[in-house]
């Protein structure tokens, strides 16, 4: 036992075996916890220099905690750092009283004399504490202090005196703030503890199996949790919680420290970590958090170890988000985000080793049931498109003139047609996808290199629209491609997600494979939580507007691939025949709700087409529709009688969707060129050109991912392109550009085959390529 930082025990009472123990605490049960113990640590509340408190973490404690307060929980702070605060009292002080000599002297000695630990905890606890109640009271909650030591847990009638002390705060509504005596505890500055303890001398208490001891915060905050029967316990410290060894060195073994989402301490592998005890101003290492922790959670109370340093880190926590590391018993059966990814996980693997034959099937029996069960998805559809629409009546939004078949949402026989073409033409590519050979090469003689394809492993799709055709669509693309795949899909289409997802669910189980190679994420998944699980998903898919986009990259250490801002044009350029003008802007933006990106959102037409009056004639076919044209400010400024009958465009840069397109002038075809390159998201722009040296021109210098000639921005949708569906259009460089199909969902793998061969055998130019 570490006799500095030993595990200490009940002071009443016995011990909770496991049995008694509840053992279905999971995140999700968080947020209906009543009373919690927070343990606030010196490196949560000191400057990263240990002098003096962080006002901006302390300010944020404060105000998560008041959050707590007034939703009706109980809390217990147990707060370090009154040593960091007196710290830096006391060196203002001890400079002001020192004379000029000996403050020039430390410059010498490279730094000014050494202050007392119990000296500085003596003159900064007042201060602390008036810090913490000018804070609190900003937002009506009253604090009481505490100071507690070892005699008030040895002592029967003292430690009933404080429970009910602290009993009578809560009940009034008062937050109590607990701290060790620092400046009168014996262990917690005595050098001479471990050979006091070695002598027999022995500050703690015998309650039967073990000692009690106040080694610093940590137990003491195990200990209050305990006697005050609280259901969790806060520890928060400047780490995100209990790794598999010190954060930023390797372990013994030689691997990467991985953070552990749960802690089960009878699960025999936890008994191999490796613990750091970097501890700054404070006494408590991560040993000591461990075994307060562990005590704990054997006494009926569950423990978060998470970092103090992440915004509204407490507020998350109690949100049930997978934050820091949970102490509990029913870790094998938790159903965090951690624990889905790692059946993600399991689940690519299975799916990466079945034969083509099986995956063909799987899809066949997708298009089966879609087509066999149309009623109940297009029923289920209608309930969503119903509260859709009562949403945005009562919100008043624009445009809740619209019809049902009008939202993006809506679904139709045709497009469920349309849907299981696209699956079906997956199936025809399914079987030579996975495994196939890139490249074969002899290196030397007997010694043959390999390149084959495989799929990524597991991919997380989020969904900021209601498009619920494309979870079918993406999860067969997965299938497809040997991938596991997990949604976050819109709450909007929820129905119909449910039959999508019921339908690929019964056609995995009827070929014998993992239904965690498809999950649908409920609501209260929270995406941050999986957008962290780097060692679980290989890649991110959004698919949705600008802002979520950049959500996701900015979120996420996880490669990101696919769906990118859709800011398409058209360009008309003066020689175009008006009617394939007309037919190449109707079907770019009269279908956008269901092209989704691919719509047109900024019509760019050349001069020619005002000064010979078929200005109006050409955007007819748009306004006769419904289509709300907006007009660019130059066309407002220059050709005020053609656009006096349209709004001006909110921006050049604005996706409009369904309901408006922007309409700007040129006069050149190099004015156009320029003007996708300046406003456009490089994702797929249209020439309606008769000259093919123009366009040849245009679509040479237009930089975006797909430039076409003569026909509708749709195209760019991966069915045209033989794809089945895509993953989205990128106009990143790399790894690729453009609809991304199977191939964008595969990877590859070397293999080397050889009889005992060496180095030495290629070498000095005796490779044979």
């Not at 006697?227 to 790794?243: F, K, P, R, T």
């Not at 009617?579 to 709700?593: F, N, P, Q, W």
């Not at 289509?627 to 349209?646: E, H, I, T």
């Amino acid at each position: 036992m570490d006799l500095l930082n030993p595990i200490p025990v009940k002071s009443r009472g016995k011990q909770v075996t496991t049995s008694e123990q509840r053992k279905d605490f999971l995140r999700e049960d968080i947020p209906s916890v009543k009373r919690v113990v927070i343990k606030v640590g010196t490196s949560v509340l000191t400057r990263d220099n240990e002098f003096g408190v962080s006002l901006t973490r302390l300010a944020s404690l404060v105000e998560q905690v008041s959050a707590l307060v007034h939703s009706g929980k109980e809390v217990i702070i147990v707060t370090s750092g009154a040593v960091g605060f007196g710290k830096m009292r006391l060196q203002v002080q001890n400079v002001l009283s020192q004379t000029v000599r000996n403050t020039l002297s430390w410059g010498a000695n490279a730094s000014p004399p050494s202050l007392d630990s119990r000296a500085c905890a003596a003159a900064g606890q007042s201060g602390l504490m008036t810090l913490y109640d000018a804070m609190f009271s900003q937002y009506g909650v009253s604090i009481a202090q505490l100071l507690v030591t070892m005699s008030d847990f040895q002592v029967d009638a003292h430690r009933a005196n404080m429970c009910e002390t602290i009993k009578e705060l809560i009940k009034l509504g008062i937050v109590p703030v607990c701290n060790e005596n620092d400046n009168t505890t014996i262990t917690s500055f005595n050098p001479n503890f471990k050979q006091n303890i070695d002598n027999g001398i022995d500050d703690g208490v015998d309650r039967g199996d073990k000692v009690v001891r106040l080694t610093a915060n940590d137990s003491l905050s195990a200990l209050l949790a305990v006697e005050l029967d609280a259901q969790l316990m806060i520890v928060l410290s400047n780490v995100d919680g209990l790794y598999t060894a010190p954060p930023g060195r390797l372990s013994s073994m030689g691997a990467t420290p991985k953070l552990l989402h749960t802690f089960n301490p009878d699960d025999p592998q936890m008994e191999r970590l490796e613990y750091g005890r970097d501890r700054r101003v404070g006494r408590g290492g991560m040993a000591a958090k461990v075994d307060a922790s562990k005590f704990a959670l054997n006494h009926g109370v569950h423990c978060i170890l998470a970092n103090g340093h992440q915004h509204d880190v407490i507020s998350k926590i109690f949100e049930g988000r997978t934050i820091g590391t949970l102490f509990t018993r029913a870790a094998g059966r938790d159903s965090t985000p951690y624990v889905k990814g790692t059946e993600a996980r399991s689940a690519s693997r299975e799916m990466a080793k079945l034969p083509s034959s099986v995956r063909k099937k799987v899809l066949e029996q997708i298009v089966k049931d879609i087509t066999r069960k149309e009623d109940v998805i297009l029923a289920a559809n209608n309930e969503d498109l119903q509260e859709a629409l009562r949403a945005i009546k009562s919100e008043g939004a624009v445009g809740s003139d619209h019809r049902p078949d009008q939202l993006p949402l809506s679904l139709s026989k045709r497009k469920l047609r349309s849907l299981v073409q696209k699956i079906d033409q997956m199936t025809a590519t399914a079987g030579n996808v996975v495994g196939r050979n890139v490249k074969w090469c002899k290196v030397t003689d007997g010694l043959y290199l390999e390149q084959e394809t495989v799929p990524i492993g597991v991919a997380l799709c989020v969904f900021d629209k209601a498009c619920p055709d494309v979870v079918p669509l993406l999860a067969s693309l997965c299938i497809a491609s040997g991938n596991a795949v997990i949604f976050k899909s819109s709450r909007e289409s929820f129905h119909t997600t449910q039959i999508f997802h019921s339908i690929i669910i019964s056609a995995l189980k009827a070929n014998n494979i993992s239904e965690n190679a498809v999950i649908n994420l409920e609501g209260r998944d929270n995406l941050e939580d999986f957008l962290v699980l780097q060692d679980q998903i290989d890649m991110v898919i959004p698919r949705g507007c600008k802002q979520l986009i950049e959500y996701v990259n900015t979120r996420t250490k996880i490669p990101v691939l696919g769906d990118t801002e859709g800011l398409c044009h058209v360009y008309v350029h003066n020689d175009a025949n008006l009617e394939v003008a007309a037919r190449v802007l109707v079907d770019s933006k009269c279908e956008a709700s269901y092209a989704g990106r691919y719509g047109v959102e900024t019509i760019l037409v050349h001069s020619h087409w005002i000064e010979t009056g078929k200005f109006e004639e050409l955007l007819e076919p748009l306004t006769s529709k419904g289509v709300a044209l907006f007009a660019g400010p130059r066309l407002r400024a220059q050709f005020k009688s053609q656009s006096a009958k349209m709004p001006p465009a909110w921006s050049l840069r604005c996706e409009y969707g369904s309901s408006g397109c922007a309409v700007e002038v040129v006069d050149s075809l190099e004015e156009a060129i320029q003007h996708v390159n300046d406003y456009g998201s490089h994702h797929t722009d249209v020439i309606v050109c008769e000259s093919e040296m123009d366009s040849r021109k245009f679509s040479r210098e237009v930089d975006s991912a797909c430039v076409f000639q003569n026909c509708s921005t749709r195209f760019s949708e991966g069915y045209s392109f033989g794809l089945g569906t895509e993953v989205g259009v990128t106009t990143k460089r790399v790894p690729m550009r453009g609809p991304i199909g199977i191939e964008g969902l595969m990877t590859s793998k070397y293999i080397l085959r050889g009889k005992g061969h060496a180095v030495a055998d290629i070498a000095d130019g005796k490779s044979k390529w």
